[in-house]
T-cell receptor, first 115, second 111 residues
Framework: GAGVSQSPSNKVTEKGKDVELRCDPI?????LYWYRQSLGQGLEFLIY????????KSGLPSDRFSAERTGGSVSTLTIQRTQQEDSAVYLC?????????????FGNGTRLTVT | DAKTTQPPSMDCAEGRAANLPCNHS???????VYWYRQIHSQGPQYIIH???NNETNEMASLIITEDRKSSTLILPHATLRDTAVYYC????????????FGGGTRLMVKP
């Protein structure tokens, strides 16, 4: 079946512009997670959703970052007034539930480059 | 948080078994051990997970010691396509149960 789909796969934007990154989770998965990975670095947790709710937003690096999820499915990560340090691969994952016995399945990410 | 310790890199000959160790000496009784791998330019790929029993699937086997303080991921017949960074993660019962990735082991499978 279809895995987690992210779009666009690559995005180049100018400093100061806003960007929207989209994630389509696996059908039926109620939990959705956003991570980012800077060049040569590990994965940094940003935010997770259970259904349409985001109980924990503490991983978002600044108030320029926001995320929403509608209909318990598609999620959008928005970065306002992008900065060069926002350049990274943004990864989305989904899981059947938020139980820790339910594996996360990742998409291939959106590579964001801020010039 | 239960932290994990993995060797930074390992080599394995193609066709041989790759045995990747992981120490998690502070693991709690209800925390799962997860293994993921990441091939260059792709998202992390789920491999296997377990609580205390050994587990096997089509990709790998997971051997967890009786005291649960360490585990080994076994790829029975490594291929060149198994070259990747392998992450051992202890998933604890935090809000959202997200995964916390460490440095991982860079496995190089050589012909």
């Amino acid at each position: 079946g279809a895995g987690v789909s992210q779009s666009p796969s690559n995005k180049v934007t100018e400093k100061g512009k806003d960007v929207e990154l989209r994630c389509d989770p696996i059908s039926g998965h109620t939990a959705l997670y956003w991570y980012r990975q800077s060049l040569g670095q590990g994965l940094e947790f940003l935010i997770y959703f259970q259904g349409n709710s985001a109980p924990d937003k503490s991983g978002l690096p600044s108030d320029r970052f926001s995320a929403e999820r509608t209909g318990g499915s598609v999620s959008t990560l928005t970065i306002q007034r992008t900065q060069q340090e926002d350049s990274a691969v943004y990864l989305c994952a989904s899981s059947l539930g938020s139980s820790y016995n339910s594996p996360l399945h990742f998409g291939n990410g959106t590579r964001l480059t801020v010039t | 948080d239960a932290k994990t310790t993995q060797p930074p890199s390992m080599d394995c000959a193609e066709g041989r078994a790759a045995n990747l160790p992981c120490n998690h000496s502070t693991i709690s009784g209800n925390e799962y051990v997860y293994w993921y791998r990441q091939i260059h330019s792709q998202g992390p790929q789920y491999i296997i997970h377990g609580l205390k029993n050994n587990e096997t699937n089509e990709m790998a086997s997971l051997i967890i010691t009786e005291d649960r303080k360490s585990s080994t991921l076994i790829l029975p017949h490594a291929t060149l396509r198994d070259t990747a960074v392998y992450y051992c993660i202890v998933r604890f019962n935090n809000a959202g149960n997200m995964l916390t990735f460490g440095g991982g082991t860079r496995l190089m499978v050589k012909p």
